[in-house]
């Protein structure tokens, strides 16, 4: 009988999407918690206690500094209630026990600006950013994306197209480090791009929706653990939830739930 998978999605200060979030983890087979990040701050709940760490999307105090800049701010300097150990420490500690951690939109810009993504060479600082889009205007949409299936990332192992909507005002990936650029193509960390209807990367809007550089739509880091992409898998676990479902002859599962479930089957082979 596998063993329990533990995971949390950290809710509060803007977040609006940690229960699709938390549903998805429980049909991938998980146990999920939603927990407020105060919880973890006073040391209600341990972070070491969880095997998936969900950072969902939202609106991180309101977007008011910057997408989720306060956000960073407040996970790489508050200290936990109680413990010599600030959350940044609990964070690194989780880790590097070998955990899986994916952040989704919102989430996803916590990572980079925490500088957890991408980390290359275990360079733990800020190099990229996700920025307004070209479109100078909140992205609501559907896009196609092309997964490298070189990557090293868990959460996309097996797969090579998806289809998940996007919606965010700050989804466009950008760095101005062109070593930083070139590893991330080097290691095949850029795990998903924006494609065309053919599947291939585009820097075309509205394909694109918000002129990533290269196309980005996710990355992750050299252990392919560290996960982070503007689209919602959570937005996508049942037919219902395409756009065309009533149109098209679907499977039951929507292909956002296909990365759920690679985490929780490498969680159950390699950590339990």
């Known amino acids: ?105 919102n989430g996803f810009q916590l990572l980079v600006k925490m500088g957890l993504l991408p980390a290359i060479d275990g360079n733990i600082q800020q190099t990229c950013t996700l920025t307004h889009n070209d479109s100078g205007r909140f992205e609501d949409r559907w896009c196609r994306l092309k997964v490298d299936s070189a990557s090293p990332c868990v959460f996309t192992q097996g797969l090579e197209n998806l289809y998940l909507p996007v919606r965010h005002g700050e989804g466009k990936f950008v760095t101005t480090d062109v070593n930083t650029l070139q590893q991330l193509e080097n290691h095949h960390l850029t795990v998903m791009k924006y494609a065309d209807q053919q599947f291939q990367p585009t820097l075309n809007y509205p394909e694109n929706p918000n002129g990533s550089l290269a196309a980005i739509a996710g990355i992750c880091d050299q252990t392919g653990r560290l996960f982070g992409l503007m689209p919602h898998p959570e937005a996508y676990i049942h037919r219902t939830h395409h756009p065309r479902w009533t149109r098209e002859d679907l499977p039951e599962e929507g292909m956002g739930l296909w990365l759920y479930q690679n985490a929780v089957n490498f969680i159950q082979q390699e950590l339990l």
């Open 1 to 105: 009988m596998a063993k329990t998978v533990k995971a949390i999605v950290i809710s509060g200060n803007g977040t609006n999407c940690e229960r699709e979030v938390a549903h998805a983890c429980r049909l991938a087979g998980a146990e999920a918690d939603i927990v407020h990040i105060s919880e973890l701050l006073t040391g209600r709940v341990d972070l070491n206690d969880y095997h998936f760490l969900n950072l969902a999307g939202g609106f991180l105090d309101g977007d008011d500094l910057g997408s989720a800049k306060a956000g960073a701010n407040r996970l790489l300097h508050a200290q936990v209630t109680g413990s010599a150990d600030s959350l940044a420490t609990q964070l690194q500690h989780f880790i590097a026990a070998g955990k899986l951690v994916m952040g989704v939109c």
